[in-house]
Nanobody
Framework: VQLQASGGGLVQAGDSLRLSCAAS????????MGWFRQAPGKEREFVAA????????YYADSVKGRFTISRDNAKNTVYLQMYSLKPEDTAVYYC????????????????WGQGTLVTVSS
C-alpha cells in the first residue's frame, strides 16, 4: 500500500480544512486507516482512526468534536475534516494503514504517507 496525503496549508484559527489520503496498491478496504500528527519537537501522536467498513471511528480527546474521519473505499481515499482549528493543531499530518485491528500507537501501523503540513495562525 502506498499512501499520499494532501490538503494541508496555512489557515487562521477557527478555520476548517480537509485532508485527503489516497491509497494505491493493495486492498484498501482491508486496512484500518489512521491519521497522526507531529509538531516540531514533539512525538508523533494519534489523531483519528477508522475501521475497514467505516463503521467505527476513534478520536484523540484533543480533536473530538472538531475533527471527523471518513473513508471512501471505492475511491481508496480517507479524509480528515478539521473544524475550529487551533494554533495547537499545527503539525505535519500523516495518514497510515494498519492490516489489523484498531490501534492508537504509531508503531502498530504498517504503511505511512509522506505527511502534509497544517499551520494554524492565531
Amino acid at each position: 500500500v502506498q499512501l499520499q496525503a494532501s490538503g494541508g496549508g496555512l489557515v487562521q484559527a477557527g478555520d476548517s480544512l480537509r485532508l485527503s489520503c489516497a491509497a494505491s496498491e493493495g486492498t484498501f478496504s482491508d486496512y484500518v486507516m489512521g491519521w497522526f500528527r507531529q509538531a516540531p519537537g514533539k512525538e508523533r501522536e494519534f489523531v483519528a482512526a477508522i475501521t475497514w467498513g467505516g463503521g467505527r471511528t476513534y478520536y484523540a480527546d484533543s480533536v473530538k468534536g472538531r475533527f471527523t474521519i471518513s473513508r471512501d473505499n471505492a475511491k481508496n481515499t480517507v479524509y480528515l475534516q478539521m473544524y475550529s482549528l487551533k494554533p495547537e493543531d499545527t503539525a505535519v499530518y500523516y495518514c497510515a494503514a494498519r492490516f489489523s485491528s484498531y490501534s492508537r500507537r504509531p508503531v502498530d501501523y504498517d504503511y505511512w504517507g509522506q505527511g502534509t503540513l497544517v499551520t494554524v495562525s492565531s
